[in-house]
T-cell receptor, first 115, second 111 residues
Framework: SQELEQSPQSLIVQEGKNLTINCTSS?????LYWYKQKYGEGLIFLMM?????EEKSHEKITAKLDEKKQQSSLHITASQPSHAGIYLC???????????????FGQGTILTVHP | KAGVTQTPRYLIKTRGQQVTLSCSPISGHRSVSWYQQTPGQGLQFLFEYFSETQRNKGNFPGRFSGRQFSNSRSEMNVSTLELGDSALYLCASRPGTDTQYFGPGTRLTVL
């Protein structure tokens, strides 16, 4: 099984709707990253979370880290077509600073936003 | 600052050939990591280089190798290409802090 599980695998929403993507780890999280990818392109960094209970926001995207559940959620408010893409969570699953160069990724969530 | 750059962006090779991909990190970043992305396996870590030394290695066969130069630029090499090596190869760089910034990737097709 995957060390990082994302759900759902795909999501289709109407413009203006809110949505949530979850990322659950089977191991202790030492750093959790959210990236966005357009198909066949590189990853765009969104946010990084390190401490349990930490919450960060950028424009209409909010990410939270639940350390006890070893889970992170990404919430998009009032979705727009520009939010469409593949959302990936990546994690450092080992202690120590060198582990941040070796990320384990979830399988991704494909988000479609219909205008 | 310029972002992470990767060359070439697209590459077509035949089985048995070898290939070299190049990555130039963001200026000042000393760590470069390489990842392979395929539809079946997703995004998987290959290796990380820091100050010309390999610091981490993923579970890939010895056909996959890399190196880093004194200016932090990195190359990865795949020898004896197989059909299954067709993938998007991504490199990422980071400074002394934690966040990795990714390049646009090199799309390798093996025929």
């Amino acid at each position: 099984s995957q060390e990082l599980e994302q759900s759902p695998q795909s999501l289709i929403v109407q413009e203006g709707k809110n949505l949530t993507i979850n990322c659950t780890s089977s191991k202790t999280l030492y750093g959790l990253y959210w990236y966005k990818q357009k198909y066949g392109e590189g990853l765009i960094f969104l946010m990084m979370l390190q401490k349990g209970g930490e919450e960060k926001s950028h424009e209409k995207i909010t990410a939270k880290l639940d350390e006890k559940k070893q889970q992170s959620s990404l919430h998009i408010t009032a979705s727009q077509p520009s939010h469409a893409g593949i959302y990936l969570c990546g994690a450092a699953l080992n202690a120590g600073g060198t582990s941040y160069g070796k990320l384990t990724f979830g399988q991704g969530t494909i988000l479609t936003v219909h205008p | 600052k310029a972002g992470v750059t990767q060359t070439p962006r697209y590459l077509i090779k035949t089985r048995g050939q070898q290939v070299t991909l190049s990555c130039s990190p963001i200026s000042g970043h000393r760590s470069v990591s390489w990842y392979q992305q395929t539809p079946g396996q997703g995004l998987q870590f290959l290796f990380e280089y820091f100050s010309e030394t390999q610091r981490n290695k993923g579970n890939f066969p010895g056909r996959f190798s890399g190196r880093q130069f004194s200016n932090s630029r990195s190359e990865m090499n795949v020898s004896t290409l197989e059909l299954g090596d067709s993938a998007l190869y991504l490199c990422a760089s980071r400074p002394g802090t934690d966040t990795q910034y990714f390049g646009p990737g090199t799309r390798l097709t093996v025929l």
